[in-house]
């Protein structure tokens, strides 16, 4: 067996544990390490350039399940909306927006996860914590008709620091509870999406339910 094999399959025991689910983060790796996978009957891979996620589902197996999990510019939503089987990273109210509004175009209802917030770093994007109650509580239902709100999806900060991660991944799944108990037309809970390569363990801990796991299947970028 080869080492991604290997990888694979020691990564799937640890997330049988708690049912969670995988997705292989293969942005900027060549289509045949997707096939390395997909061949070992793995169907849900992650991107985060639309241009490369679309030259990728071009080429490879119509019965994979693209996750993308980057920035998305508005103006690009359009090109990935018709085949994209979830969006990890929504990060404003104008986005959501202009995804439900391409989605009704394609005939179709898009899941999305909400990025929250909870890094320390400025940079990172996402909802701040205090605009989520905007959001699931009296959202424009006209406006969402073409999206369904799956779950949150959040980063932690890039620190050795476990003890910081840990409290990061408790807030999120803390806000995950609460709005999971709410559902909206335009909301229905089922994921949460935390957890990398370095913090994926810490993650499952806390609540996760998706890891989103690159280097450790795909090897350094
Ligand atoms: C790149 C990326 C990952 C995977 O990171 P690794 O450290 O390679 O596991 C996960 N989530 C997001 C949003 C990413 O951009």
């Not at 990564?11 to 689910?21: E, F, G, H, P």
């Not at 995804?99 to 898009?110: H, P, W």
């Not at 509870?177 to 559902?183: E, K, Q, S, T």
Request: hydrophobic share 40%.
């Amino acid at each position: 067996m080869d080492i991604q094999a290997s990888v694979f399959n020691d990564i799937k025991t640890i997330l049988d544990k708690t049912k969670a689910r995988l997705v292989a983060v293969s942005k900027t790796k060549p289509t045949a390490d997707i096939m390395g996978l997909y061949d070992l009957g793995h169907r849900d891979f992650g991107e985060n350039y639309v241009q490369e996620l679309l030259e990728k589902s071009k080429a490879l197996p119509k019965d994979i399940r693209w996750h993308y999990i980057g920035h998305l510019q508005g103006n690009k939503a359009k090109m990935i909306v018709p085949f994209v089987f979830l969006i990890h990273g929504v990060d404003s109210m104008k986005l959501l927006v202009e995804i439900s509004k391409q989605a009704l175009k394609a005939e179709r209802k898009v899941d999305c996860l909400i990025q929250v917030h909870i890094a320390k770093e400025e940079t990172k994007f996402g909802f701040d914590v205090e605009a989520l109650d905007g959001l699931f509580g009296d959202a424009d239902a006209n406006l969402l008709k073409g999206v369904k709100i799956k779950g949150l999806m959040g980063m932690a900060t890039a620190t050795d620091d476990r003890q910081l991660i840990r409290n990061e991944f408790k807030q999120l799944k803390k806000l995950y509870d609460r709005y999971a108990r709410y559902p909206t037309p335009w909301s229905d809970f089922n994921t949460l999406s935390m957890g990398m390569s370095s913090d994926y363990d810490i993650a499952l801990e806390e609540g996760s339910n998706l890891v989103r796991i690159g280097s450790l299947l795909f090897g350094n970028r």
